[in-house]
């Protein structure tokens, strides 16, 4: 009524066991023998009594005796800052370097305008020269007493100030 490989095991298991074990107790043994224990490194030095001074760090914002507040003429993108932050800085000081493009296209723009007028005026100071003031080129003068009779394309104007065809 035994069962046969369950016996087997049981004694295979307690006829290793002793062995087992004292053969890993051996092997803890050599390795503990070959191994120095290891001793910590300590510095040791000497008491001295002293002052010590006391430092803090605060965060914080200083001011001058006299502080100027800077404000720009113009406006732009900014180029270069030409001063030292708490710096001492003289009246007309060059401070800041500002993008000179759109200030220049801005001048480019104006003097092209200006050239414009300035032809403007030239044609119409020779169309004065032209026509002189006491000649009416537009009415030729009519046999004495007769006016123009009024109709589409002698000049006349309708009721609304507006010609014909126009």
């Not at 732009?76 to 000179?100: E, H, M, N, T």
């Not at 300035?118 to 030729?140: S, W």
Request: with cysteine; charged share 25%; net charge positive.
């Amino acid at each position: 009524m035994y069962n046969k490989p369950l016996t087997f095991a049981a004694t295979t298991l307690l006829l290793c066991s002793p062995v087992m074990i004292l053969t890993s107790c051996e092997g803890e043994k050599d390795s503990a023998a070959q191994a120095p224990a290891l001793v910590p490194e300590v510095q040791v030095t000497k008491l001295v009594t002293k002052d010590v001074p006391i430092r803090q760090e605060w965060v914080g914002t200083l001011r001058g005796t006299e502080d100027a507040e800077i404000r720009s003429q113009v406006t732009g993108y900014l180029l270069s800052k030409d001063y030292r932050d708490g710096a001492y800085v003289k009246k007309g000081q060059v401070l800041f370097q500002i993008d000179p493009r759109p200030f220049q296209a801005t001048l480019d723009q104006a003097q092209g305008r200006l050239e414009q007028y300035e032809a403007t005026l030239k044609k119409y100071k020779l169309d004065v020269e032209r026509y002189p003031a006491g000649e009416n080129r537009l009415r030729q003068p009519q046999a004495a007493g007769r006016r123009p009779a009024a109709g589409p394309g002698n000049g006349s104007r309708h009721r609304h100030g507006k010609g014909p065809g126009r």
